[in-house]
């Protein structure tokens, strides 16, 4: 498989207490096990199947993905935001693979 790359989209500034909205994609074949190859063998499920976003150390948002989720599975979600720090965005999938994406906010 491809290697996935994700990306993800979040202000690099904020004021305290706003509430900001964080995007991430990740580019991912998403097999569900569902479908038969050319021989008419099952192709083995591969998914993203947990997502975390934490930031400073606890977690935002989190979510389990099942099966049903498209290819290169969109997230969007908001955040109230107190003060500076890293969100750091973790997708795990079915095989054991993990991404991981960082990015840093400044709260002036």
């Given amino acids: ?10 202000p690099k500034k904020a004021a305290k207490g706003d509430v900001i909205t964080l995007k991430t994609l990740i580019s991912h074949k998403m097999e569900s096990g569902q479908r038969k190859d050319k021989k008419g063998e099952k192709i083995p499920r591969q998914i993203i199947n947990k997502f975390t976003c934490e ?13 049903a989720v498209s290819a290169n599975p969109y997230l969007q979600f908001t955040a109230k935001i107190e003060e500076s720090g890293e969100f750091q965005f973790t997708w795990t999938a079915d095989n054991g ?9 400044t709260v002036a």
């Fill in 97 to 105: 693979d993990v991404f991981k994406k960082s990015q840093k906010i």
């Fill in 1 to 10: 498989m491809a290697k996935s790359k994700p990306r993800i989209k979040v």
């Fill in 55 to 67: 930031f400073n150390g606890a977690t935002v948002f989190s979510c389990d993905i099942e099966p």
